[in-house]
């Protein structure tokens, strides 16, 4: 008789430790995203700060308004180039920038999407 009651009430303890130590990994892996939730909003802030620098030192206009200026092209043709130049200055970055710091890129990257997962198929 008292075998079954310690049977019993280990059974009890057993389940309750599991689902403590499952909420416990839900926790961790909610740490773990926030984690890299901060860290990639530090490095969008760093490239920010790169990109702006590079900007300020090559000064982004200096070489669409130098072949502006400086070419014997008519005025049609020196705003195609000036209009390209610009375009290209602002798309280019920001289709490296939505890729680089896209938020499924950095739960792939950084195996969140594989931590999320094995808490939820427990």
Do not use: H
């Not at 900007?55 to 070489?63: D, N, Q, R, S, Y």
């Amino acid at each position: 008789m008292m075998d079954v009651i310690n049977s019993f009430f280990k059974g009890l303890i057993k389940s309750y430790l599991d689902s403590v130590f499952e909420l416990l990994k839900i926790k961790a892996v909610l740490c773990y995203i926030n984690g890299i939730k901060t860290v990639r909003r530090l490095f969008l802030m760093w490239c920010f700060l790169v990109f702006c620098l590079v900007l300020l030192a090559v000064g982004l206009g200096l070489v669409p308004l130098a072949l502006c200026l400086f070419m014997p092209w008519s005025p049609q043709t020196k705003a195609i180039v000036a209009i390209s130049f610009g375009a290209v200055y602002i798309i280019v970055p920001l289709i490296i920038m939505l890729t680089v710091f896209s938020q499924k890129r950095w739960m792939k990257i950084s195996g969140a999407n594989d931590l999320v997962s094995n808490v939820l198929d427990r």
